[in-house]
T-cell receptor
């Protein structure tokens, strides 16, 4: 079975440009998570969806960040306008419907974003 | 507040040595889950183990073993007879409050296994 798919794997853009990161979760998984990883802050949860509905976006750093999940097999994380401090690795993860709060998450390979 | 502390930032060992990665957590929940993930140099995060708060039995999987002690709020990970392929960053994580799916990650421990 295919795992979580993310694209692009690498993105280099100039400050002020719009960036869109894409994620395809594992088929049948009801939960989708977006994380950001930086040296300074480690792994941070940005937002997560359940059945395509955003449940908690309290980790989204500011209004420049937005995420959507138009269907069960696709999600996007958009940064507009991008800034150098957004440079990080962005991970998407998915998880099946829980039984008794089992939180195992399957991570994609990540998108390494560099904003110059 | 929920928190995970991995006090060891970097560990370097020689192949075939045993190594233990420490993880201490804080939570007020009575039901919670603990996890270990591995991040090899290629960058992806690989799930290793999940443990719930009601199961304090130690677990062994090949060269890997985990020691969960609620009394000290610790969930330590031991690699026996380490190999170069074990070189990676290892993250301990704690499930968030309630059935939210949030994972609280520690800062990670970078393990370097030298030949």
């Amino acid at each position: 079975d295919a795992g979580v798919i993310q694209s692009p794997r690498h993105e280099v853009t100039e400050m002020g440009q719009e960036v869109t990161l894409r994620c395809k979760p594992i088929s049948g998984h009801d939960y989708l998570f977006w994380y950001r990883q930086t040296m300074m802050r480690g792994l941070e949860l940005l937002i997560y969806f359940n059945n395509n509905v955003p449940i908690d976006d309290s980790g989204m750093p500011e209004d420049r960040f937005s995420a959507k999940m138009p269907n069960a097999s696709f999600s996007t994380l958009k940064i507009q306008p991008s800034e150098p401090r957004d440079s990080a690795v962005y991970f998407c993860a998915s998880s099946p419907t829980r039984q008794l709060s089992s939180y195992e998450q399957y991570f994609g390979p990540g998108t390494r974003l560099t904003v110059t | 507040a929920q928190k995970v502390t991995q006090a060891q930032t970097e560990i370097s060992v020689v192949e075939k040595e045993d190594v233990t990665l420490d993880c201490v957590y804080e939570t007020r929940d009575t039901t919670y889950y603990l996890f270990w993930y591995k991040q090899p140099p290629s960058g992806e995060l690989v799930f290793l183990i999940r443990r719930n708060s009601f199961d304090e039995q130690n677990e062994i999987s090949g060269r890997y073993s985990w020691n969960f002690q609620k009394s000290t709020s610790s969930f330590n990970f031991t690699i026996t007879a380490s190999q170069v392929v074990d070189s990676a960053v290892y993250f301990c994580a704690l499930s968030g409050s309630g059935n939210t799916g949030k994972l609280i990650f520690g800062q990670g421990t970078t393990l370097q296994v030298k030949p």
